[in-house]
T-cell receptor, first 111, second 113 residues
Framework: GQNIDQPTEMTATEGAIVQINCTYQ??????LFWYQQHAGEAPTFLSY????GLEEKGRFSSFLSRSKGYSYLLLKELQMKDSASYLC????????????FGAGTTVTVRA | DVKVTQSSRYLVKRTGEKVFLECVQD?????MFWYRQDPGLGLRLIYF???????EKGDIPEGYSVSREKKERFSLILESASTNQTSMYLC????????????FGSGTRLTVV
């Protein structure tokens, strides 16, 4: 099985930067995903890392270190609409299509 | 716009009832999944399917069954609903050739009383 850990809650100020860490212990690995989920809505895809390094996409960046079993999602220039839950998910290398999820990190952006 | 559609947004059922949650996707995806989401526990996989008439148990299949008679439709069945099955249920689909993970439905919030 998979063990995926991320902080429960984070709070930051509008315009600031927040980094959400995710650590995982898995029997196999074939990619790490970040999803954003606003309250009462479905999760939506943010980023995908399968190789080590940083993937940048506008205000959001995601980093992966496979040797350390570690990823982070970086949110820059925070806006009020970024208040949401952020889910880290790992694709098990032994099964290419199934994702295992962390419990999610609730980010609150304050004015 | 591609979509995963769950038939009900909110549902209230009585203990012991048989409950059907329906999910339909229009993306011709091979893979479909049912998760439940509970505070502090995240998304937990109930069942999944990689092809028509095929199903595999996830991490918490007890008390649930599924049906996939057509590629676009994946149904979750609660054989005899219990109060501990009160939860948010999320359906998702994915392509076997896509690296971008899942597309989720909007979820069904089920309350069993």
């Amino acid at each position: 099985g998979q063990n995926i850990d991320q902080p429960t809650e984070m709070t930051a100020t509008e315009g600031a930067i927040v980094q959400i860490n995710c650590t995982y212990q898995t029997s196999g690995f074939n990619g790490l995903f970040w999803y954003q989920q606003h309250a009462g809505e479905a999760p939506t895809f943010l980023s995908y890392n399968v190789l080590d390094g940083l993937e940048e996409k506008g205000r959001f960046s995601s980093f992966l270190s496979r040797s350390k079993g570690y990823s982070y999602l970086l949110l820059k220039e925070l806006q009020m609409k970024d208040s949401a839950s952020y889910l880290c998910a790992v694709r098990d290398g032994s099964n290419d299509y199934k994702l295992s999820f962390g419990a999610g990190t609730t980010v609150t952006v304050r004015a | 716009d591609v979509k995963v559609t769950q038939s009900s947004r909110y549902l209230v059922k009585r203990t012991g009832e048989k409950v059907f949650l329906e999910c339909v996707q229009d993306m011709d995806h091979e893979n479909m999944f049912w998760y439940r989401q509970d505070p502090g526990l995240g998304l937990r996989l109930i069942y999944f399917s990689y092809d028509v008439k095929m199903k595999e148990k996830g991490d918490i299949p007890e008390g649930y069954s599924v049906s996939r008679e057509k590629k676009e439709r994946f149904s979750l069945i609660l054989e005899s609903a219990s109060t501990n099955q009160t939860s948010m249920y999320l359906c998702a689909s994915s392509s076997s050739t896509s690296g971008h993970g899942y597309t989720f439905g909007s979820g069904t919030r089920l309350t069993v009383v």
